[in-house]
């Protein structure tokens, strides 16, 4: 912009030196001069051919001037494009250049990262249901898709059915509590209170005894799903 600005005074400064060149020397004293003698006359005669030389003259230097000015203006204002393009183009490169920067790079470490992540993921996709064979049609594996029921060699809550929803604690209790209430009404019917004495007496049998024998092996299958549990970390 100082360019520019110079460049149109220079310009300027031109204009206002042709317009002084315009101007004849001693025109406007012509107009009511008194009369003169014979070699003032022809004196006088003759100023109009210099004034005529003077002004061509003039008009000369004014087209040269505004020639001059018009091709400084063109010349600054090409540079000054020039200089504008060459700074579009600077500030694209340092936008590349910064988004190269900010490219991510694979390092030897990330690829690593990502071939064991893969491999693991893979191998137990594999393990699992998740994949057609031939032995998991119908009557082939007991596996249903998205429950496997072994993974990596242990059993899995899948195992125990609608008890995976317990915890192994719960299991624990309730293993507990089916255990003694069956060796409790084993007891009773076998030893304390024999049932099978009392029906050869013509007696019946003491149904809550009968009901309370048949929790003792439902305990068991508590005790298992506990431990299945415990190992599955539940």
Same mark, same amino acid.
């Given at each position: ?27 406007? =004293? ?37 020639? &001059?000015?018009? *091709? ?40 690593? &990262? ?43 809550? @899948?195992? !125990? ?9 719960? &299991? ?8 003694? !209430? ?7 019917? &076998? ?11 013509? =007696?019946?049998? @003491? ?15 508590? *005790?298992?799903?506990?431990? !299945? ?6």
């Amino acid at each position: 912009m100082t360019r520019l600005a110079t460049a149109c005074a220079a310009t300027v400064a031109l204009c206002l030196v042709a317009n002084k060149a315009f101007v004849v020397p001693g025109a406007a =004293g012509n107009i009511g001069a008194p009369v003169r003698s014979a070699p003032q006359a022809l004196a006088a005669a003759a100023a109009p051919a210099e004034s005529a030389a003077a002004a061509s003259a003039s008009w000369g230097l004014a087209a040269a001037g505004l020639c &001059l000015g018009g *091709h400084v203006c063109l010349a600054v204002a090409s540079r000054s494009k020039a200089a504008r393009k060459a700074e579009g183009e600077a500030e694209v490169t340092v936008k590349v250049a910064s988004k190269e920067a900010l490219k991510y790079v694979e390092t030897p470490q990330d690829q690593r &990262l990502f071939e064991l992540v893969y491999l693991q993921y893979t191998s137990e996709y594999m393990k699992g249901p998740m994949y057609w064979d031939v032995a998991k049609g119908q009557g082939g594996l007991p596996h249903y898709a998205g429950e496997p029921m072994t993974k990596n060699g242990q059993m899995t809550s @899948n195992v !125990i059915g609608n008890l995976k929803t317990f915890s192994s604690n719960e &299991l624990a209790f309730l293993s507990m509590l089916f255990f003694g !209430i069956g060796l409790y009404g084993n007891i009773q019917f &076998l030893f304390i209170d024999p049932q099978w004495a009392k029906v050869d007496a013509g =007696g019946f049998f @003491n149904v809550s005894y009968i009901v309370e024998s048949l929790l003792l092996p439902i305990s068991f299958f508590f *005790h298992i799903s506990c431990y !299945i549990q415990r190992m599955s970390g539940k």
